[in-house]
């Protein structure tokens, strides 16, 4: 796992860029612990990815974090997520999509909302869901 498609870029400017978007990600990911409506796991699977092209010594952090390092490491290994999990992100993302359409009267915005929420579901769902430990 320490390994895991580590490829530093060699542009320093790169990778500067690619450490910026990778802290931004790592910040919006443990924000989105507690915000129901910002979603966790894809900030920090995109900061292993910046962190990855970037800062073998992050990666191995970010990977290997107490915290936030399983997340990440279930979705790389294919374990799949949580039959809880799946029922919190579709619960919370349902509930804060009927809030959206509730408060905001554009159609568009609204027919918007509920494709996206329907398609985010079908993808979780279609996701391997990893069995109890």
């Not at 924000?31 to 979603?39: D, H, K, N, Q, R």
């Not at 329907?118 to 869901?129: A, D, E, N």
């Amino acid at each position: 796992m320490a390994a895991r498609e580590f490829a530093p870029s060699r542009n320093p400017w790169v990778r500067y860029v690619l450490l910026g978007i990778g802290w931004a990600s790592v910040a919006l990911g443990v924000i989105g612990i507690f915000l129901p409506v910002l979603p966790t796991t894809p900030f920090l699977l995109l900061a292993a990815a910046c962190f990855a092209r970037s800062s073998r010594r992050f990666y191995e952090w970010l990977v290997n974090h107490p915290r936030l390092g399983p997340w990440i490491r279930d979705y790389l290994d294919g374990e799949g997520i949580p039959l809880k999990g799946k029922v919190y992100a579709i619960g919370l993302m349902w509930a804060s999509i009927a809030l959206s359409c509730y408060l905001v009267p554009l159609f568009w915005a609204r027919a918007f909302m509920l494709t996206s929420a329907v398609c985010v579901s079908f993808y979780i769902l279609k996701q391997k869901t990893r069995p109890p430990r």
